[in-house]
């Protein structure tokens, strides 16, 4: 049988693509979300016109808050019982205003949902990893953010950083049956995986904490966005979702199994570039 991926986050953006590539290339696929329109948007309309008939059993999915660890049991017990097994758990889980000027429950609130719901998500899945044949595997998603930073963005980086350590600390001591990965992604043009009807106003959006910080939505990969943005990369582009999804499926399948503890920063070569105010 096809390895089993569990997915956080899947109902839109860089999750809802790693959903679809690893379906499309015959992998069996859990999706979680705690957006529930997203989620059945995603696995109700967008998954079936795009994935052939016969992968549609394939997939499953539920809705999941990474804050509650009643609903994170169940979901994972939902996913073995459909599909016998977990073999690669993947996990994606803002900013603007200076800091002593947001409320300290703002900059928990993040934390609990980026680093302590990886954390959640990791516990709940560890009995059944260490089940997986080939040695389970947890790909945890952090940002460029951890290490690079624009005003204001304390919550976010503080959480990304922490996702690094705490994978390091995990590949330690989850080996050897599991192996932990980080992918690090820069910018990512995702807005295209959201459907528009289901988006609040744009307000209503910058204010929910539960969102990531680049919501608004475009019809297509990379609309809008200047040529001057694409230069500004090395590789000669900003990057898409697939991106992201070919580095999961690599470490979560086809690393080999000699990887652990490390972190993969996929940003087209941005972070090299030295660059000074002209």
Same mark, same amino acid.
């Given at each position: ?17 790693l959903?679809r ?20 948007d ?24 990474? =804050?509650? $660890?009643e %609903?994170?049991? /169940?979901?994972?017990a ?7 097994? &977990?073999?690669? @758990? +993947? ?25 302590i ?26 940002? =460029?953010? $951890?290490? %690079?930073?624009? /005003?204001?963005?304390e ?7 922490? &996702?690094?350590? @705490? +994978? ?24 295209c ?29 990379? $609309? ?48 090299k570039?030295?660059?000074y105010?002209?």
């Amino acid at each position: 049988m096809s390895t089993v991926f569990f997915i956080t986050g899947a109902g839109s953006g860089i999750g809802r693509v790693l959903a679809r590539e690893l379906l499309l290339k015959g992998y069996r696929v859990f999706l979680t979300d705690y957006n529930n329109a997203f989620l059945e948007d995603t696995c109700v309309a967008h998954l079936p016109s795009v994935v052939s008939c016969d992968k549609h059993v394939n997939f499953q999915w539920v809705q999941m808050n990474v =804050c509650d $660890a009643e %609903q994170i049991t /169940k979901a994972i017990a939902q996913c073995v019982q459909a599909f016998g097994s &977990i073999d690669v @758990l +993947s996990q994606y889980m803002r900013a603007g205003v200076r800091m002593d000027q947001v409320p300290t429950s703002d900059f928990e609130k993040i934390i609990s949902v980026n680093l302590i719901g990886t954390y959640r998500v990791s516990q709940a899945a560890i009995p059944y990893l260490e089940q997986s044949p080939g040695g389970g595997v947890i790909v945890n998603m952090s940002s =460029c953010r $951890a290490t %690079q930073q624009s /005003k204001h963005g304390e919550a976010y980086a503080a959480s990304k950083a922490g &996702i690094e350590g @705490l +994978s390091m600390s995990m590949a330690v001591s989850l080996g050897p049956k599991i192996r932990v990965h980080v992918v690090s992604p820069g910018m990512v043009d995702v807005r295209c995986e959201r459907n528009e009807s289901l988006l609040p106003d744009v307000q209503t959006l910058r204010a929910d904490l539960n969102r990531d910080f680049q919501s608004e939505y475009a019809p297509a990969w990379g $609309a809008g966005k200047s040529d001057a943005l694409s230069e500004a990369h090395p590789v000669g582009r900003i990057g898409r979702g697939e991106d992201i999804a070919r580095w999961v499926e690599f470490l979560g399948v086809l690393e080999g199994g000699f990887t652990t503890g490390g972190t993969y920063l996929v940003d087209g070569g941005y972070s090299k570039v030295l660059s000074y105010p002209s």
